[in-house]
């Protein structure tokens, strides 16, 4: 039997290594155990905030969360960023360039569930702009979107199967600082913060749902093999 995360690494698998028998795919989400509904969520309209959690790299993102962040600062936006997860290289570097933000919390490594679902529900969009080479399907991206958090992405991996509307897709090019501030204000003049945060919800169930019906088709089949 072979499990993949999703569709898109199947068919790439069967790509390479021709047909198979019998393969399922089976998203992370089934093990995320803390789902808090949008509902929950306080959105501010003027001092939106931005987050990333993660394995803070270059690679995953953290470069240019930072660069983002001093942009708005330059911008003179009241918006506000929270980073946490630990500083996997060069942390003296990173912690004096996280210094001379005055928009920017660092909060450290988080590795508890109610600490974690305390810095989703703090923010509401979650900046993904990962370039990770090996990138498939963050955990990290997954927990943000059963909170109801607004993800924006790079279309990395399996990424853009996780997010419900193309427009948070951005592209990774010299004008993605411009792009991501765009499609924010675009959603500030919309007003539809609330409903992109239910979509976002409801994009994580679809996911779960899913998954769990071909968790149980793997178990039944397992069972039928005795």
């Given amino acids: 039997r072979n499990n993949f995360l999703n569709k898109k690494e199947a068919l790439n698998f069967k790509k ?27 959105h501010l309209s003027k001092n939106l905030s931005f987050g990333l959690l993660s394995n803070l790299t270059k690679e995953k993102g953290l470069d240019k969360f930072l660069d983002f962040a001093r942009y708005s600062f330059v911008k003179n936006k009241s918006w506000k960023f ?13 912690l004096e360039e996280i210094s001379k933000l ?50 924006i992405v790079f279309n990395r991996g399996s990424i853009s199967d996780l997010i419900f509307s193309k427009d948070l897709i951005i592209d990774n090019n010299f004008n993605y600082l411009s792009s991501i501030k ?36 793997l178990i039944e089949d397992l069972i039928s093999l005795d």
């Fill in 16 to 42: 390479i290594y021709g047909k198979l028998e019998k393969y399922y795919y089976i998203s992370n989400s089934i093990f995320i155990k803390d789902i808090k509904s949008c509902e929950e969520r306080n």
């Fill in 82 to 94: 929270f980073l946490a997860g630990p500083l996997m290289r060069k942390k003296k570097y990173y």
């Fill in 102 to 151: 005055p928009n920017l919390r660092y909060l450290g490594p988080i590795n508890n569930e109610k600490s974690k679902s305390k810095f989703y529900k703090k923010v509401d969009f979650f900046l993904f702009l990962s370039t990770y080479f090996h990138e498939s399907e963050p955990l990290v991206l997954l927990e943000a979107i059963s909170h109801g958090t607004i993800p």
């Fill in 182 to 217: 765009n499609v924010v204000e675009d959603l500030i003049l919309d007003d539809n913060l609330k409903k992109l945060s239910l979509n976002s919800f409801k994009k994580f169930l679809k996911i779960r749902k899913s998954s769990q019906s071909q968790f149980n088709k």
